[in-house]
T-cell receptor, first 114, second 115 residues
Framework: GENVEQHPSTLSVQEGDSAVIKCTYS??????FPWYKQELGKRPQLIID?????GEKKDQRIAVTLNKTAKHFSLHITETQPEDSAVYFC?????????????FGTGTLLAVQP | DGGITQSPKYLFRKEGQNVTLSCEQN?????MYWYRQDPGQGLRLIYY???????QKGDIAEGYSVSREKKESFPLTVTSAQKNPTAFYLC??????????????FGPGTRLTVL
């Protein structure tokens, strides 16, 4: 089955700087990679996703890149703001038997210092 | 994600008691999921269901049970056999397709504390 590793576990940046979170996956058949943001005590919310037929996707200050050959994908946040502070989770679709089951990374706590 | 509701928001249980967590969705999604989240940890899959009257164990199913009698409802029972049930429980749902990969939307969660 699929295995997802996420780094770093914590990340502290100054407001206005960029933040990059990286994930690797093991199953080359995986074709869907969402990113979720979870604020303290709240539900995870989808912020961006990418499918394996594209290499990059952007949405304002957020972008995701995918390298299928190396089996890794990354979240890029530019011009960080204090409200970006949260835990971010990457995930990959476990394509075994079309179960639509997501395998999550262990999360990155992002702290944006004003 | 506004179409998924969980209740109660907070739940307290005495040791040895079974408790049931509610999850309802009005998104007409086929698939539903239960996750457990411990402090500082990621999301671990407990059970999932792709269609009514069918469900599969996830990675940490021991001590939990589920049912899927209706498409919109997927209740989770935490039994007394679950050794360490204090956690944040999240329900999610998604469209299900054999060759499509779709987003999971999460409910607001239930925080269970064993006294």
């Amino acid at each position: 089955g699929e295995n997802v590793e996420q780094h770093p576990s914590t990340l502290s940046v100054q407001e206005g700087d960029s933040a990059v979170i990286k994930c690797t996956y093991s199953d080359s058949a995986s074709n869907y990679f969402p990113w979720y943001k979870q604020e303290l005590g709240k539900r995870p919310q989808l912020i961006i996703d990418i499918r394996s037929n594209v290499g990059e996707k952007k949405d304002q200050r957020i972008a995701v890149t995918l390298n299928k050959t190396a089996k890794h994908f990354s979240l890029h946040i530019t011009e960080t703001q204090p409200e970006d502070s949260a835990v971010y989770f990457c995930a990959a679709l476990d394509y075994g038997g079309a179960t639509n089951k997501l395998i999550f990374g262990t999360g990155t706590l992002l702290a944006v210092q004003p | 994600d506004g179409g998924i509701t969980q209740s109660p928001k907070y739940l307290f249980r005495k040791e040895g008691q079974n408790v049931t967590l509610s999850c309802e969705q009005n998104l007409n999604h086929d698939a539903m999921y239960w996750y457990r989240q411990d402090p500082g940890q990621g999301l671990r899959l407990i059970y999932y269901s792709q269609i009514v009257n069918d469900f599969q164990k996830g990675d940490i199913a021991e001590g939990y049970s589920v049912s899927r009698e209706k498409k919109e409802s997927f209740p989770l029972t935490v039994t007394s056999a679950q050794k360490n049930p204090t956690a944040f429980y999240l329900c999610a749902s998604s469209i299900m397709g054999a060759l499509t990969s779709s987003t999971q939307y999460f409910g607001p969660g239930t925080r269970l504390t064993v006294l």
